[in-house]
């Protein structure tokens, strides 16, 4: 499941979704790691930036690794069978509750301008799309709350998973109409 979850956030990052440059780790505190943890997290890095598709940068990856493993911690992520007792990842079978998925969204949102990034990704894919005016649609029409149920329905298939996705590819399409530029 942390390989769909995290392929499914390379999706949305890399407008996949049928239609992020900020480091915000600045914005955070910092994450104070053991060295069974910091082993942990940049496994987790790793295979994050690995299936973001390039989306993501090292230092959001990590970010991000680094903010999930301490909210978290490393007995909760093996009892989601995220990690072995080992400290290998298993990222074929892992169990995200809500509660873990929000972890999850947090530490994501909290290293990732999400709007930001998603609009830059979407702007290097069309050239007549206005990367400010996407940007400002996107952090209105999907903020951050938005963001956070679509991926904790993702991860946990909730009931109104598909009815989200579905919100969010709307809302996504709605905001690339209105910032294309008007052609000369």
Same mark, same amino acid.
């Given at each position: 499941?942390?390989?769909?979850? &995290?392929?499914?956030? =390379?999706?949305?990052?890399?407008? @996949?979704?049928?239609?992020?440059?900020?480091?915000?780790?600045?914005?955070?505190?910092?994450?104070?790691?053991?060295? !069974?943890?910091?082993?942990?997290?940049?496994? $987790?890095?790793?295979?994050?930036?690995? *299936? #973001?598709?390039?989306?993501?940068?090292?230092?959001? #990856?990590?970010?991000?690794?680094?903010?999930?493993? /301490?909210?978290?911690?490393?007995?909760?992520?093996?009892?989601? %069978?995220?990690? @072995?007792?080992?400290?290998?990842?298993?990222?074929?079978?892992? #169990?995200?509750?809500?509660? $873990?998925? =929000? *972890?999850?969204?947090?530490?994501?949102?909290?290293?990732?301008?999400?709007?930001?990034? *998603?609009?830059?990704? $979407?702007?290097?894919?069309?050239?007549?799309?206005?990367?400010?005016?996407?940007?400002?649609?996107?952090?209105?029409?999907? !903020?951050? &709350?938005?963001?956070?149920?679509? $991926?904790?329905? #993702?991860?946990? *298939?909730?009931?109104?998973?598909?009815?989200?996705?579905?919100?969010?590819?709307?809302?996504? @399409? /709605?905001? %690339?109409?209105?910032?294309? %530029?008007?052609? %000369?």
């Amino acid at each position: 499941m942390f390989k769909a979850a &995290s392929a499914a956030l =390379g999706a949305l990052l890399a407008v @996949t979704l049928t239609a992020c440059g900020s480091d915000k780790s600045d914005d955070k505190d910092e994450a104070t790691l053991t060295a !069974p943890e910091k082993a942990v997290a940049a496994k $987790i890095a790793k295979a994050f930036g690995e *299936q #973001s598709s390039g989306a993501l940068t090292d230092t959001e #990856s990590t970010c991000f690794a680094e903010s999930f493993v /301490d909210k978290v911690g490393l007995e909760e992520l093996e009892s989601a %069978k995220l990690i @072995t007792e080992d400290g290998e990842l298993n990222q074929a079978s892992p #169990s995200f509750d809500a509660e $873990i998925s =929000g *972890q999850f969204a947090d530490a994501f949102l909290g290293c990732v301008d999400y709007t930001q990034r *998603q609009a830059e990704e $979407i702007a290097k894919s069309d050239e007549n799309i206005d990367v400010k005016a996407l940007e400002t649609c996107l952090a209105e029409e999907m !903020p951050n &709350s938005f963001v956070k149920k679509l $991926i904790v329905a #993702s991860q946990t *298939q909730s009931e109104d998973a598909t009815t989200l996705g579905e919100d969010s590819t709307e809302k996504l @399409t /709605d905001c %690339k109409t209105k910032a294309t %530029k008007a052609e %000369k």
